[in-house]
């Protein structure tokens, strides 16, 4: 009852829509399973203009993508006055943006590998570029999330294709060094990093068929890390998260270059969040439930104060 009526917001009109329609029912499910009174609400069906009558009280962020990710609805809920889940207007934006994103981690210290932004219609000297950035690359659309429209290239013509294919999603495209060592992701949920998972595919990368169209990749939890090295790939994603402003809960996803060196990918303000994603796959490792999850990302809307005694009451 503490949290009144919450809207589940899930769909929306981004590239991502079937996957934040997924999202929101599993979160709306486990919601309502746990006593919560939610309900789904999609605002490309419904429209903003009719959510306050509802006589909602806060809502549950799970739409993935432009629109849902990037500043906008927080921006809206903001108006509304509305408490909601994740980070605020200004995080959200900047995270939706791979290549400012990883300006600001670079400007603050913080390792990622080079990348160069390219803009639709830009002139482009593909084999310069490709040289610059170390002879193979990944092409990715600056402003998209789920792997959409991404790309590896290790020739002036692939690069040409793969610009030419992003372009097709976004008017900004980033242009990455190619990084060959494990990859990792860490969710953050209420300050607390969770266990990293490591992620392993046959594929030439993790793209969009591995993560939701076959059965092939592997998500491992425990990492197979040491004590040290799951210790600092944790501390890195709370400082990439930090450093952006991010609140709430997210995901940091990282990997390895040849020399082993952590490099930051991107933040995720709003992950995936069906029971086989990739957040409720590390809170499980610490014995926390799907339900448990979805409760305690739904209490960091809640005063600073009252978030305070919940959690020690929960410690007790």
Same mark, same amino acid.
């Given at each position: 009852m503490k949290f009144g009526k919450v809207a589940v917001l899930a769909g929306g009109d981004s590239a991502e829509r079937e996957v934040s329609q997924r999202s929101g029912a599993a979160v709306h499910k486990a919601l309502v399973e746990q006593g919560v009174d939610a309900?789904? @609400?999609?605002?490309?069906?419904?429209?903003?203009?009719?959510?306050?009558a509802t006589g909602v009280? #806060?809502?549950?962020?799970?739409? /993935?993508?432009?629109?849902?990710e990037d500043g906008q609805t927080q921006a809206i809920l903001e108006m509304l006055g509305l408490p909601y889940t994740g980070s605020g207007v200004l995080a959200s934006a900047l995270a939706m943006d791979k290549g400012r994103t990883k300006a600001l981690w670079r400007g603050v210290g913080l390792p990622t590998a080079q990348a160069v932004t390219v803009k639709r219609g830009e002139h482009v000297n593909f084999a310069q570029l490709l040289a610059d950035l170390g002879g193979q690359v990944m092409v990715k659309p600056a402003h998209e999330g789920s792997s959409i429209g991404m790309a590896m290239a290790d020739s002036a013509d692939a690069l040409a294709a793969a610009l030419a294919a992003a372009a097709d999603f976004d008017h900004?495209?980033?242009?990455?060094?190619?990084?060959? !060592?494990?990859?990792?992701?860490? !969710?953050?949920?209420?300050?607390e990093a969770l266990p990293a998972i490591r992620v392993k595919t046959p /594929?030439?990368?993790?793209? @969009?068929?591995?993560? @939701?169209?076959?059965?092939?990749?592997? @998500?491992?939890?425990?990492?197979?890390?040491?004590?040290? #090295?799951?210790?600092?790939?944790?501390?890195?994603?709370?400082?990439?998260?930090?450093?952006v402003g991010a609140e709430g809960w997210g995901r940091v996803?990282?990997?390895?270059?040849?020399?082993?060196?952590?490099?930051?990918?991107?933040?995720?303000?709003?992950?995936?969040?069906?029971?086989?994603?990739?957040?409720?796959?590390?809170?499980?490792?610490?014995g926390m439930s799907f339900g448990e999850l979805v409760v305690k990302i739904l209490s960091t809307t809640l005063p600073a104060a009252e978030l305070l005694a919940n959690t020690e009451a929960a410690e007790r």
């Open positions: 309900f789904l @609400y999609d605002p490309a069906e419904r429209g903003w203009q009719n959510l306050l009280e #806060r809502v549950f962020i799970a739409l /993935h993508g432009r629109g849902g900004e495209m980033l242009v990455e060094t190619w990084l060959s !060592g494990p990859e990792y992701t860490v !969710g953050i949920v209420a300050g /594929h030439a990368f993790y793209d @969009y068929a591995a993560k @939701y169209q076959d059965n092939t990749t592997e @998500y491992l939890c425990p990492a197979g890390l040491s004590v040290d #090295r799951e210790a600092a790939v944790r501390a890195l994603a709370l400082e990439a998260f930090a450093a996803d990282l990997m390895e270059n040849s020399r082993g060196e952590l490099q930051l990918l991107e933040l995720n303000t709003v992950p995936g969040m069906t029971e086989k994603s990739l957040v409720p796959k590390a809170a499980a490792q610490l």
